[in-house]
């Protein structure tokens, strides 16, 4: 009661067990601490750090071994306690933190390779192993970076070798005056298969591919006959019975009596070279599509079956060339995919190939093409009735996915003629073929010669030609003359338009060549002088106009009488109209046009001479005619623009002349101001060009 301690009750356990226990704890750690120590690889030993809700988050190091501070440089009180990411952060990328709390969190010892970790500045490379105890783990890392390299380098030095060993495929062998096998290296083992001695004492011609024996034969003729190198290409048979393709060399010694008195030559395999090759070849000769021999195997062989024609003596008889065009194959290709294109394409082929059945005759011509052969052909009559034939079974639906094409052909047909050439056959075949696509597709034509088809073409032309005059289709626009002092517009020349029904306007050297082969360019110059005056009376005085009259105008009898009456009628000023015709006309002037121009001269029009220095006319003939003026031609100003000296030498020539002669000066296509600084600096006193306008119809000229 007094707070004093009266007593004490004792209890006993015995605890000799555990003890014992706790002692042998003690020396099994140590035990293990010591072995661990003594480990040769760096081994440590981590404790897990786990967040709140026990997840690991990094690891502490309890324990590092003596290797493991020796191989980071590092005592290991310094790293004890810290935690490895702190330490080493690159390892988590490695892998190694999560490799390690795996471990942990499986309870299964791991493995890991870390195949490059920077080491004080060494790149090494890592096994590591980690076993789990509690909740620590043991990690041991062992430096593989030397093993690693001579494993690499072993293998490196077995890849040398193999491949020098799979390479050592030359054979060289010697051959006596006889032509027998004396020598030969054991490659011939790894490339043939002969073991040397089943060789030796043998004539290796004995092995040469049948079909090769002639070029052997050949070959052996000149290495006996003491030529020292011949080279070869040639099939050998192998022990296992097939051939394979050797290129060689061999080289002939020659004895002392000035025979030969061996070969020896060296052979190398080049059989997957001569295959790649053929294979080559092959798909040169062929389109890849559809399988079909190319253009130019075609054209060989209608050269081989023209010429066994023409050997063959029997006249009348002559090879035909269909080409057979798809018709629209572009809008397939445009409107689905290339690949459609490509079925179509396949399809076609197929029934063509239904027709043409032997395939020598069916080729893949340039793009949407196929050529066919008709050998022996007796009547142009013989071919249509093919083309009809192919023109048919080529129709008919070809489905492709969703979509159905309905394909046709257009055809084209050529017969040969004497000295013909295929390419020439196919050639006018195909033109043929794009007459029947124009004529309406679907249909066959025969080939025309070219001045058959030009022929064709000025009569329509020509009936275009007559019909537009008629209805007035053809006007004049107006391309601006400026003084090129100082760039006002003094006048405009005449540029006949030719514009169709449809709106489209056609340039002059489109029409000009065939009207002027007929009486049609007469009417044609003088409905643009009529509308040339007309413009005149519009536009204000003094600007004046130009216009271009063609040879058979010129030399008209009734020229001066016309261009009088239009001037008359329309109360012009006759000096505003210039009349301009080619340097080229003024060579062979008629006493007819000296009186035209000398009359209208008189009247008050002014003569020009068109495209100036192109042709060849004498001063005298600019003399003693009324010639107004000059006009530089176009290409003169073109050259100059490029800075060709003789252009610019000539220009200054004919503005001289010009001068001298007391004649107007004009230059024509002038693009640039450049070229117009040029020309005004040469003296001459005005221009045209696009720099100041192209042609323009004549409501675009007149003042609103
Ligand atoms: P041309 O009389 O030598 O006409 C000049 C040509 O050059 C015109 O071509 C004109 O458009 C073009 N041109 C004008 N400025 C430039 C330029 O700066 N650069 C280039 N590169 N070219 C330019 P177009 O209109 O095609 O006339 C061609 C030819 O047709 C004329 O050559 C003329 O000989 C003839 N022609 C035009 N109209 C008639 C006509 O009514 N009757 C006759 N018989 N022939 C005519
Ligand atoms: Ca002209
Ligand atoms: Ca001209």
Excluded at 155 to 163: I, S
């Amino acid at each position: 009661a007094d707070g004093a301690v009266t007593g004490a009750i004792v209890g006993f356990r015995d605890i000799q067990d555990e003890v014992a226990a706790r002692h042998e704890l003690a020396a099994s750690e140590s035990r293990y601490r010591g072995l661990v120590d003594a480990l040769p690889d760096a081994t440590y030993v981590f404790r897990a750090v786990r967040d709140d809700d026990g997840a690991v988050v990094d690891l502490t190091y309890t324990h590092i071994n003596l290797a493991a501070a020796v191989s980071y440089q590092r005592a290991p009180q310094d790293m004890l306690g810290q935690t490895l990411l702190t330490l080493f952060p690159g390892l988590e990328s490695l892998g190694v933190f999560d490799f390690c709390t795996n471990t942990l969190i499986t309870r299964q010892p791991g493995y890991l390779r870390v195949p490059s970790f920077d080491v004080n500045g060494a790149k090494t490379a890592f096994d590591l192993t980690a076993v789990p105890f509690g909740d620590e783990v043991l990690v041991t890392a062992r430096d593989i970076t030397a093993a690693l390299a001579a494993k690499q380098a072993l293998a490196a030095a077995e890849q040398q070798y193999r491949l020098l060993a799979e390479n050592a495929t030359d054979i060289v062998w010697q051959l006596d005056a006889d032509g027998v096998l004396v020598w030969v290296t054991p490659s011939v083992e790894s490339v043939l298969g002969w073991a040397p001695e089943q060789l030796v004492g043998t004539d290796p011609a004995d092995l040469v591919h049948p079909d090769d024996r002639r070029v052997l034969d050949l070959r052996r003729a000149s290495a006996y006959s003491g030529e020292t190198v011949v080279p070869f290409e040639l099939r050998l048979r192998t022990a296992g019975g097939d051939y394979r393709w050797i290129s060689g060399q061999s080289r002939s010694t020659i004895g002392a009596d000035g025979a030969v008195d061996s070969v020896v030559a060296g052979l190398r395999d080049v059989h997957d070279e001569v295959s790649a090759r053929t294979a080559l070849s092959h798909a040169l000769e062929h389109d890849p599509l559809t399988g079909l021999a190319t253009l130019s195997v075609a054209a060989a062989r209608i050269d081989q079956l023209l010429d066994e024609l023409s050997r063959s003596g029997r006249p009348g008889r002559t090879v035909g060339v269909l080409c057979v065009g798809v018709d629209s194959l572009k809008t397939v290709n445009e409107a689905l995919t290339h690949t459609a294109g490509d079925r179509v394409m396949m399809a076609i082929a197929f029934r063509v190939a239904s027709i043409v059945t032997n395939p020598d005759l069916l080729a893949r011509g340039s793009g949407d093409e196929f050529i066919v052969l008709l050998p022996d052909l007796v009547s142009g009559a013989d071919a249509s009735v093919i083309a009809e034939q192919i023109r048919r079974a080529v129709h008919g639906t070809v489905t492709i996915g969703t979509h159905h094409v309905e394909p046709t052909v257009s055809i084209g047909i050529a017969t040969g003629r004497p000295g013909a050439h295929g390419v020439e056959l196919v050639r006018d075949a195909a033109l043929a073929m794009h007459r029947a696509k124009d004529n309406g597709r679907d249909r066959f034509e025969f080939f025309q010669t070219r001045l058959a088809v030009e022929a064709q073409h000025r009569l329509s032309v020509e009936d275009d030609l007559r019909q537009g005059l008629g209805q007035g289709q053809f006007v004049p626009w107006f391309q601006p003359v400026v003084n090129l002092d100082d760039g006002a517009v003094i006048g405009y020349e005449a540029l006949v338009r030719w514009v169709r029904p449809d709106g489209s306007v056609v340039t002059p050297d489109n029409f000009i060549p065939v009207a002027e082969r007929t009486s049609l360019i007469t009417e044609l110059d003088l409905a643009v002088l009529r509308q040339s005056v007309q413009m005149l009376g519009r536009l204000p005085a003094p600007m004046v106009v130009a216009v271009n009259v063609s040879a058979p105008t010129l030399a008209h009898a009734d020229f001066a009488r016309w261009v009088i009456t239009e001037l008359t009628s329309s109360q012009v000023d006759p000096t505003r109209l210039h009349v301009e015709f080619t340097e080229t006309e003024l060579l062979n002037i008629s006493e007819r046009v000296r009186g035209t121009m000398g009359e209208l001269a008189d009247f008050g029009v002014r003569w020009y001479v068109d495209d100036f220095g192109t042709g060849y006319s004498s001063i005298s003939h600019l003399r003693d005619l009324p010639i107004a003026g000059l006009k530089l031609d176009l290409s003169f100003t073109a050259g100059i623009a490029v800075g060709d000296p003789r252009c610019e030498q000539l220009a200054t020539a004919l503005v001289g002349l010009a001068s001298t002669l007391g004649l107007d000066t004009v230059a024509e296509g002038v693009e640039t101001p450049e070229v117009a600084t040029v020309l005004r600096a040469q003296g001459w006193k005005h221009a045209q060009g696009w720099l100041y306008g192209h042609a323009e119809p004549a409501a675009a000229r007149l003042p609103s």
